[in-house]
């Protein structure tokens, strides 16, 4: 069973950064791709970015672009999502989760979740 457990969240103003980390246990890490997603109150779940089990290949969502990085330590058993200007529409809990095989955008080919981590971006 592949455990997660997302930290680095917390309160920030905006045009500030967090690093978010996604640490897992169980399983084969390095053979799992992992994504990020977030859902603000009232709000659908959205993707975020994901990155493939040797970290080579990354997709950031387009709103996301250029301000949020994904990436990974195997070694580590780890993958951080570095956010940067954040806007207070970022606001929202942040899961990271992961499969076998390639990534996908879509939250539903995921089976494995974290808990979340809250990141609120002041105004």
């Known amino acids: 069973q592949v455990r997660l457990v997302e930290s680095g969240g917390g309160l920030v103003q905006a045009g500030g950064s967090l690093r978010l980390s996604c640490v897992a246990s169980g399983g084969t890490f390095s053979d799992q791709a992992v994504g990020w997603f977030r859902q603000a109150p009232g709000k659908e779940r959205e993707f975020v970015a994901a990155?493939?089990?040797?970290?080579?290949?990354?997709i950031t969502a387009d709103s996301m672009k250029g301000r949020f990085t994904i990436s990974r330590d195997n070694a580590k058993n780890t993958v951080y999502l570095q956010m940067n200007s954040l806007k207070p529409e970022d606001t929202a809990v942040y899961h990271c989760?992961?499969?076998?095989?390639?990534?996908?955008?879509?939250?539903?080919?995921?089976?494995?979740w974290g808990q979340g981590t809250q990141v609120t971006v002041s105004s």
């Open positions: 990155i493939n089990w040797s970290g080579i290949n990354t």
């Open positions: 989760a992961a499969k076998f095989g390639y990534y996908y955008t879509d939250a539903h080919h995921y089976p494995y």
